[in-house]
């Protein structure tokens, strides 16, 4: 079953930039997928899904500010001129068609300096 | 507009039983697999299990495979999560998610993701 790594925390100032990764494991690395939202005390919100080519597709309403990108089995969001409603944390997903089922990564809180 | 409903916060004691439920409107339910995800208290994301409303072909991760019942009523467009005898434990926010599904031609499989959320059920256990 694949395994989703990501930092627990990430922070930068308004208006700059951040970028979040999230890394598969070993033998995964072409793994398409999904990055989620939580603001605090709201439920998830679907972002993007993202294929180890780079490529993505956002979810309705999601911002421009928002982009994904790839390299090996790192999946990366980055977050562009970022705002306090940006601050929460932020989960990576996958899905192992072996088992048909899914993985979360464990979540990067992101504060808004 | 695509929602998932989820019905509202429980309270219960040690060894009750529940059910909580979440119905979807603006797709076709029955097109659509559903998941359930578990968030203890300022823990991470957990995935519980997924069930496909059409033919009720259910998947539960090996962490709460015999802990939890899910099922789905096709006819009122609604998934549920059950528990026969709670624990503290089990305190914790559950979501239900509708999984869309992308076929990845260069890996020859389907891609499951989760692209709409309910906004969540709290459940505290305690005695």
């Known amino acids: 079953q694949p395994v989703l790594t990501q930092s627990s925390s990430a922070s930068a100032s308004l208006g700059s930039s951040v970028k979040l990764t999230c890394t598969l494991s070993?033998?995964?690395?072409?793994?398409?997928i999904a990055w989620h939202q939580q603001q605090p005390g709201k439920a998830p919100r679907y972002l993007m899904k993202?294929?180890?080519?780079?490529?993505?597709n956002k979810g309705s309403g999601v911002p421009d500010r928002f982009s994904g990108s790839s390299s090996g089995a790192d999946r990366y969001l980055t977050i562009s001129n970022l705002q306090f409603e940006d601050e929460a944390d932020y989960y990576c997903?996958?899905?192992?068609?072996?088992?048909?089922?899914?993985?979360f990564g464990g979540g990067t809180k992101v504060t808004v300096l | 507009e695509v929602q998932l409903v989820q019905s509202g916060a429980e309270v219960k004691k040690p060894g009750e039983s529940l059910k909580i439920s979440c119905k979807g409107s603006?797709?076709?339910?029955?097109?659509?697999?559903i998941g359930w995800v578990r968030q203890m208290p300022g823990k991470g994301l957990e995935w519980m299990g997924i069930?496909?409303?059409?033919?009720?072909?259910?998947r539960y991760s090996p962490s709460f495979q015999g802990q939890v019942t899910i099922s789905a009523d096709k006819s009122i467009s609604t998934a549920y999560l059950q528990w026969s005898s709670l624990k503290a434990s089990d305190t914790a926010m559950y979501y239900c998610?509708?999984?869309?599904?992308?076929?990845?031609?260069?890996?020859?499989?389907?891609?499951?993701?989760?692209?709409?959320w309910g906004k969540g059920t709290t459940v505290t256990v305690s005695s």
């Open positions: 603006g797709y076709s339910f029955t097109s659509y697999w």
């Open positions: 997903e996958t899905w192992d068609s072996n088992t048909h089922g899914g993985v």
């Open positions: 993202l294929e180890g080519s780079g490529s993505y």
């Open positions: 998610a509708r999984h869309d599904m992308y076929y990845y031609a260069s890996g020859s499989y389907w891609y499951y993701y989760m692209d709409v």
């Open positions: 070993s033998g995964h690395s072409s793994y398409i």
């Open positions: 069930i496909h409303p059409g033919d009720s072909d259910t």
